[in-house]
């Protein structure tokens, strides 16, 4: 089945830093990339994904690249507000089979 | 959007007892749900397939006899915690994948607010 390594388990930034996020996968059937952010208590929220078909998408300050050859995609954030405070996580799934979680990185940007 | 409820949003039990958590999706339909458990400071664990009209599909390490799952509708998967005891504690978690083209997507989960158990 699949595996997904997510690093680093913890991340502190200065507000107004960039933070990242890499994770790696194992299965190369895995076509789609989603990434999560839950807040504490709270649900997991779909912020940005992206699929095996294209190497990078961004949405305002959020961009995930993707390198299938490496098998690895990262979650970039700039211009980080304290707002972005919150746990990430990393996903893959080849659509077929089920959604399989990186272990989650804590973000904490501190003002 | 697609919304899915949790029922009830926490719970409070003593050990022994059985506890039912229910997931619905509220404004489509899904013939497999999926049901998470996440341990505090810890990344969710599919814990079982929800399919209905059929048996269950749990993950390696989970009873299922302790887990039953129920997906009595198109709209409606039910978790029932079996004899319950302070280990079971953990946020429970149940996302739908809208069914399109014949099979679920399993690319969009929607997920529900989870269920907070505490067992005393």
């Known amino acids: 089945g699949e595996n997904v390594e997510q690093h680093p388990s913890t991340l502190s930034v200065q507000e107004g830093d960039s933070a990242v996020i890499k994770c790696t996968y194992s299965?190369?059937?895995?076509?789609?990339f989603p990434w999560y952010k839950q807040e504490l208590g709270k649900r997991p929220q779909l912020i940005i994904d992206?699929?095996?078909?294209?190497g990078e998408k961004k949405d305002q300050r959020i961009a995930v690249t993707l390198n299938k050859t490496a098998k690895h995609f990262s979650l970039h954030i700039t211009e980080t507000q304290p707002e972005d405070s919150a746990v990430y996580f990393c996903a893959a799934t080849s659509g077929y089979s089920t959604l399989t979680f990186g272990k989650g990185t804590m973000l904490l940007v501190s003002p | 959007g697609a919304v899915v409820s949790q029922h009830p949003s926490r719970v409070i039990c003593k050990s022994g007892t059985s506890v039912k958590i229910e997931c619905r999706s509220l404004?489509?339909?899904?013939?497999?749900m999926f049901w998470y458990r996440q341990f505090p400071k810890q990344s969710l664990m599919l814990m079982a397939t929800?399919?209905?009209?059929?048996?269950?599909?749990?993950e390696q390490g989970v009873e299922k006899d302790k887990f039953l799952i129920n997906h009595a509708s198109l709209t409606l998967s039910t978790l029932t915690v079996t004899s319950a005891h302070p280990e079971d504690s953990s946020f429970y978690i149940c996302?739908?994948?809208?069914?399109?083209?014949?099979?679920?997507?399993?690319?969009?989960?929607?997920f529900g607010p989870g269920t907070r158990l505490l067992v005393l």
């Open positions: 992206i699929r095996s078909n294209v």
């Open positions: 996302s739908a994948p809208p069914t399109s083209g014949g099979g679920p997507n399993r690319e969009t989960q929607y």
């Open positions: 929800s399919n209905e009209g059929s048996k269950a599909t749990y």
């Open positions: 404004d489509f339909q899904a013939t497999t």
């Open positions: 299965d190369s059937a895995s076509n789609y």
